[in-house]
């Protein structure tokens, strides 16, 4: 049974480095929990009597049948992700250890974390990281996949160097945008492919040790175990097709909404409130998906969206379902455009 606590990730950021925290015992000593690739994972610290934890922000949705991002699993040694249309076989001897924590309130999410089995017998270790970006509320000057890309190779700490300027890789007949880094110090390497489904920016980060060959010899593998819808490509991928509705950011402007009603909050909070919706074909709120939102602001805007009309959005004369984003409460900071409108020159 997989655990929820997620004592190790990577996360790929403006600076794109590789964290990891632990806790230290005081005046007696325990034993600490490992790294990656440890099989000693004991839980560091204990809830003291009389202590009431308090759920914070959180994501949620208003109902449990619509897929959501983050809501990819792994079954018979296979994950799949019914949001995004992705499934991928995992190699022999690899597992999920940990679940992903919730998204953040820039909607980066972490779908999965892969990593050899105790079983694993080859000397050199990897893992496979697979993140999304929402690029309707990320901090990052990105409008797709492709800049996203080269932002962060833009943008890489001294710590860093490019193995791989950005570049175009083929795997599992889609195009990603790809590039390849690492620390000379660490002796470690990280190789970034990234793509763009539903107005997200679909990275799988691979990092192995010192040998590289892995990393290439799993890219290569991914060819045979990685399916994706047909819409992922570098610059497009917004959705549209099928059962799958159109994503358009800033929809929920004056122009397209007929009727509005704004949340009343009860409690005075000064979070980032991101929230996704999908419109139906008749200008109504189907869905509701809270990246990041406590209790009450949840209801509030649950109660006042359900009010809210816009205008159908038509696609060759015919109506069909909108997904967009809208920010309550204070945005966060945003980096500035000028790298991202170089890497596209």
Not at 93 to 103: I, L, S, V
Request: charged residues 20%.
């Amino acid at each position: 049974m997989r655990s929820r606590r997620f004592c190790f990730v990577i996360v790929l950021t403006l600076s794109v480095p590789l964290l990891a925290w632990g806790q230290k015992a005081e005046q007696k000593i325990i034993p600490q929990n490992g790294g990656d690739f440890s099989n000693n994972t004991q839980p560091l610290t204990k809830v003291p009597e009389g202590v009431i934890l308090v759920k914070g922000a959180w994501s949620s949705a208003s109902d449990s049948m619509t897929p959501r991002p983050e809501g990819g699993s792994v079954t018979d040694n296979v994950f799949s992700n019914q949001y995004f249309g992705i499934s991928y076989a995992l190699p022999p001897d690899w597992t999920e250890k940990y679940e992903g924590p919730p998204p953040s309130d820039s909607g980066l999410y972490v779908l999965a974390q892969f990593r050899p089995a105790a079983s694993y017998k080859r000397p050199s270790r990897g893992s496979i990281l697979i993140t999304a970006q929402d690029l309707f509320f990320t901090q990052l000057p990105a409008t797709n996949a492709r800049e996203l890309i080269h932002y962060t190779n833009d943008n890489l700490q001294t710590d860093y160097k490019v193995e791989v300027p950005p570049s175009v890789l083929k795997v599992a007949g889609h195009a990603f945008s790809f590039f390849a880094y690492n620390s000379p110090v660490a002796q470690l390497h990280w190789y970034v492919l990234a793509t763009q489904i539903r107005c997200h920016a679909v990275q799988l980060v691979l990092l192995t040790s010192r040998d590289t060959r892995l990393l290439k010899t799993t890219i290569l593998d991914m060819d045979n175990r990685m399916k994706l819808p047909a819409e992922a490509s570098p610059t497009a991928g917004t959705g549209g097709g099928g059962a799958v509705p159109v994503c358009i950011k800033d929809y929920a402007s004056d122009e397209n909404v007929i009727a509005r009603v704004d949340p009343v909050f009860s409690e005075h909070r000064f979070n980032p409130v991101p929230v996704r919706i999908i419109i139906n074909k008749e200008g109504k709120v189907q869905h509701i998906h809270f990246l990041s939102a406590f209790t009450d602001q949840e209801k509030a805007i649950t109660d006042a969206l359900r009010q809210w009309k816009f205008r159908p959005y038509l696609r060759e004369g015919q109506p069909i379902e909108v997904e967009t984003g809208i920010m309550f409460g204070r945005a966060p900071y945003r980096a500035t455009p000028s790298a991202a409108n170089q890497a596209t020159q």
